[in-house]
């Protein structure tokens, strides 16, 4: 595999910058990685991932639809896409990568969203592989290898150099252009720290966390559950879990008036909030149990009716760590689960 | 770029019809003339006024019209309100068509029909009963039971009277919930009048109504023998996208913009009874 | 502490002076507690926990618990029995329904303060006189207690239970913290540097609504930014200003009512000091109208509330000659 010395990694950083937007993810404060444009001198984090999910990079927060310019009864729609620059992100956990399979299957069905494929088309992803998982990890319920991530290029990490593997034409493409940085190595190492990585996989505390007893034929079994009153009783209801969440997708469309015209723009959503389902005429979903219920029903059941048996989780761990009163989608499996 | 669904098209509304007095029609078309886009029976359109919202509305003409798109508005909120202001001549935003249809070239085809629609109910199966009455030879026997609170709140009115009671084709019962001056047809709650009118069992039945009206009606319809796979309906609920990818409008794994809004009842029954 | 609270939990719910129990549900890990309403003595066993990872504030789950039949039993630490009293004052909690026993505060533990230093894998987290020995998948790892205190606690204004129909351990006194050196440390800022130093931090949000949802200040049953009737309802910043506004209308909104009880920072996901802002509010409050404490009684006047002669801005309704 061809590989280069980790001595010599921000000078490819370096290079890669000098063509395009690359993105890292770096220390923002002790405790606290995300997402930067890579300038010389940024240093990668030791965080074994971001607060924020790389969801960001084709599903950003905010983003503008379309323009309206409105002069007495007449309306003009003002198409405001561009075709967006070639960028690359570095640095992708296993988790993350799979979280873009996911969303692939909600925006890139028909009818295509061309927003989102737009900076999926020009967006290389560049994973790394795991050697250090957190108790919060169990990214293996849900089938994926973190020490073989995703991408269009991975890369693994063997404590003296980082290999690279291209997966697809678009990260075999990448691996070229940056071939005057690598070298032929040898993989003996890296296959040391691969096995050692698999067996913490398996000592991790939710290793034996299980998918079995869910999927899209449980609806009524679940959904139904007399469970849900009490797993949603402290539910504070905000957007946390929704927000750093990379498979969550649901979104707003609003408009928003600049003093010039009329900006409609989409923006987040969540299923937590009590004004996601409301209409003029009432709310289906009245109390936190329902919005809850939904959240967890979608990923658990739902996603999977709909998409092949594939969940809507990735294992990331990230709404373990940031609820702000720890529950979870691993409490909400474990006690659905328990007769 | 393609098009995106997302980036919606310019209606102008070239005319305004105050069906009740919190229901207006409106008729809309592309700048050019014509209609925006085409679409099927019980299919839907978002329509917005940028700046105020956007929401999902039934499309109520016929796919048979060729030349303008109708949608019966009813008052309830901000951006209904902003649209029952509106004068002709107004320009809207629309982006459509969204979801289903009512099987009318499929299952529908060569079937007696019964119509059942209480108040702004009507909107959506207009467009069927007017495509029905369009392709009249295609469908067999065609009834339509349709109530409202009074005489005033009957959706469409007039075009009942002038075309679909006038059409020696179709029959029609209306019904309001409570007598007044100057009607002297039905009396009473549509669930009732369906019991009362006793329809042939082999019809394929149509509804639409308040929640509460359609839950007494499906039962009555049971108590009549009929059964929940000759029983359709159309779903509301909040929408954003009207593709299945904002994700608000689900009942279980269906998204009623994308999988509905056209159900029959046995489908909804595999579904999950709350949201 | 725990077994005493278990075992007086369990008396109360036995002899029907209380029907339920709010306190905390253990987690997966050492650290991952759940705020939980307990109605028998097997869940007590099973689940109740009380140890440094208990920070959570459980005073506003009251205003819907008191809504409900019955009396329930509420372990307030000296920081919640503030909110606790101005929710009662407020008239959110129906006191009549909680019977409130006064427990002893932190310092509590900020798990995100232990993996900032690096520390993955955490298995189990002891308190060994005040060394924390931490028992990762990794081995074991050590770090002083109160280098992984929350923030909150680092600057904690009372030990002293303002309200309890009974005590586990011994009642506190009002401290004199330390609370408003960093908004001093703000306030001698130029304004340009105060304005980067907020846009610092308030441009990490990403408008999660948990400081609001969290905070016992924060109970109106509609609030402005999710009623679409407002103009300023929004689930995302549309802009900077709106970035910042959001905070700042919170901040105005809880004025005179934030009782400093840092659930705000302490919930935040991207670290956002909060806090700093109600502190802020505090501050100006207690050098313009006197000091004053907010859930301190139920009874006293709220400065913002009330007017007198004395009043730092008299003038228009000093004009109007009213006394």
Known sequence: MQKISKSRLYELFDAIAAKQSLYIPTDREAGAAEYRKYESGMKLTKELNTVRSAKDFFFPQTENLADFKIEGKTIEVRDIREECEDFVIFGVRACDARSFTILDKVFLCEPVDSFYKNRRDH??????????PAETCFCKTFGIDPTVPGG???????????????????????????????????????MEVQTRAR??????????????????????????????AELSEACLGCGTCTFVCPTCQCYDIKDFNTGHGIKRFRCWDSCMYSDFTKMAHGNPRLTQLERFRQRFMHKLVYFPANNDGEFGCVGCGRCLAKCPISMNIVKVMKALEAK | MNNDTLIPKIGVVTDIRQDTPDVKTFRVVAPEGGKVFEHMPGQCAMLSIPGVGEAMFSITSSPTNKEFMEFSIKKCGCLTEWLHAMEVGQQITIRGPYGNAFPVEGDLRGKDLLFIAGGIGLAPLRSVINYVRDNRANYGDVQVIYGSRSKDDLVDYQEIIDEWMADPNIEVNLTIDNAQEGWDGHVGFVPNYVKELAPSTSKTVL?????IMIKFTLAGLKELGFTETQVYTTMELRMKCGVGKCGRCNIGNKYVCKDGP?????????????? | MQEAMIKRAKELLADGSVDRVIGWKRGEFAYDITPAVFTTAEELDRDFVCDDFTAANVSKYLVKETQKEGKILAFLKPCDTYSFNQLVKEHRIDREKVYVIGIEGGPKLDIEKIKAKGITGILSVKNEDYTLKIETIYGTQTMPFYEAILGKCASCKSKKHVVFDELIGEDGDVLDSNRFEMVEKLENMTAQERFDFWRDQLSKCIRCNACRNVCPACTCENCVFDNPKSGIDNKAPADSFEENMFHIIRAFHVAGRCTDCGECSRVCPQHIPLHLLNRKFIKDINELYGEYQAGADTTSRAPLNTYDKNDCEPSVVHERGVE
Do not use: H
């Open chain 2, 262 to 275: 056209v159900f029959r009842f046995d489908q909804l029954g595999e579904l999950p009874d709350e949201y």
């Open chain 1, 152 to 190: 269009d290029v991975s890369c693994f990490d063997d404590g003296e150099s980082i290999f690279f593997l291209a997966n697809t034409e678009k990260g075999e493409r990448f691996v070229e252009s940056i071939s005057s940085f690598l070298e032929d190595g040898d993989t003996d190492r890296l």
């Open chain 2, 207 to 211: 509804v639409c109504g308040p929640p």
């Open chain 1, 199 to 228: 067996e913490i996989m398996d000592k991790l505390p939710l290793a034996k966390l299980s998918t079995e007893n869910f999927g899209g034929d449980k609806l009524n079994e679940y959904f139904n559950s007399d469970k849900w």
């Open chain 1, 123 to 132: 967006g290389t992803v560049i994973t790394m592989a795991c050697t250090r």
